[in-house]
């Protein structure tokens, strides 16, 4: 019964890439099947993208030839960042068509502010609809010198959250490593976290965390159900960023496990800011020790 019922999910699931990691477990939150057994089985349906800035050399020369690489490699979806907003709904529609000829999706993408203005969250909903995204990503919010302007982005968050979700969509922050530095005794990322609605996705940017000397595993657990993304990009002390996926210091198997297990992951996305070798064969790499990782 256990097994058959492991089955139905598992298959489920490959029909629905949409079907979120959290249901999996909630449906099985009376059933005697193992644990472990449960989440290994839901980890392994959580799809692996790739944040496109990892790319954006070959993106900028050719962006259909690089996304049909990019799934060629064995991405399962992909982030497009701000220049998106440029395009037209024509554009966005094309893009669309490529995502689905190549099987793959995009469930988020990162924005300028400017996306979460009365004048500007219309067209960014627009454009994500059409690309079937889940979130709208505020990618930073800038120079924030105070704490009470560091409240001010988690009220426009919220506001264009609640438009957002009357669209079917929502708002999420990615940190930088600004938001880890104390302002007035506080961190901004803690504000943020206090001050802004639950369904607003705080997308933790691993490397940045790390950066500024602090713990990826205890920030997932200290805020359960709102990492829903995280981009994996690993830090070391020589190297900094320009480090692949496995040469740094993130503790990737706890960080997984917190994810996995309270965090609320629903997909995970490679990012990179260089290395020693090509833009598309730094992600190829990252892509090959990830899948060694999680074997």
């Known amino acids: ?44 349906h959580i799809p692996i993208g790739l944040e496109l800035y990892s790319v954006r050399n070959d993106l900028a020369k050719d962006l259909a030839g690089t996304v049909r690489q990019v799934a060629k490699l064995g991405y399962q979806c992909v982030e ?9 709904p024509s554009d966005a529609r094309n893009v669309r068509r490529e995502m689905d000829g190549l099987g793959i999706r995009c469930y988020s993408t990162h924005n300028d502010p400017k996306s979460f203005t009365p004048e500007g969250i219309g067209k960014a909903m627009e454009l994500n609809n059409i690309l079937g995204t889940h979130y709208i990503v505020m990618a930073s919010a800038g120079e924030i010198a105070t704490i009470d302007g560091w409240k001010r982005v988690a009220e426009a968050l919220n506001k264009a959250n609640q ?13 930088h490593d600004l938001e880890w530095k104390p ?11 206090a001050n ?65 297990s309270v965090g609320g992951v629903e997909y995970y996305l490679i990012e990179q800011e260089g290395s020693r070798y090509s833009e598309m064969k730094t992600v190829e790499l990252c892509l090959q020790e990830y899948r060694k990782l999680r074997a």
Not at 80 to 88: A, K, L, R
Not at 165 to 170: D, E, R, V, W
Not at 183 to 193: H, N, Y
Request: glycine share 8%; charged share 20%; proline share 5%.
């Open 163 to 175: 438009t957002m979700a009357a669209h079917g969509l929502h708002a999420g922050y990615h940190n």
């Open 80 to 88: 497009f960042y701000s220049p998106y907003y440029d395009w037209t």
């Open 196 to 260: 802004t609605d639950k369904s607003i996705m705080l997308q933790l940017d691993v490397g940045t965390c790390l950066e500024a000397g602090n713990d990826p595993v205890a920030w997932i657990r200290k805020n359960p159900g709102r990492i829903r993304s995280l981009h994996l990009k690993n830090w070391s002390p020589k190297g900094g960023y320009k480090v692949l996926f496995s040469e740094g210091v993130a503790p990737w198997n706890k960080i997984f496990a917190a994810a996995e």
């Open 1 to 44: 019964m256990e097994f058959r019922l492991l089955w139905y999910c598992v298959a489920t699931m490959k029909k629905n890439s949409a079907f979120s990691r959290r249901s999996f477990l909630a449906s099985f939150a009376a059933a005697p099947l193992g644990a472990a057994a449960v989440a290994a089985a839901a980890a392994k």
């Open 183 to 193: 302002v007035g005794g506080q961190k901004p990322i803690e504000v943020l976290a």
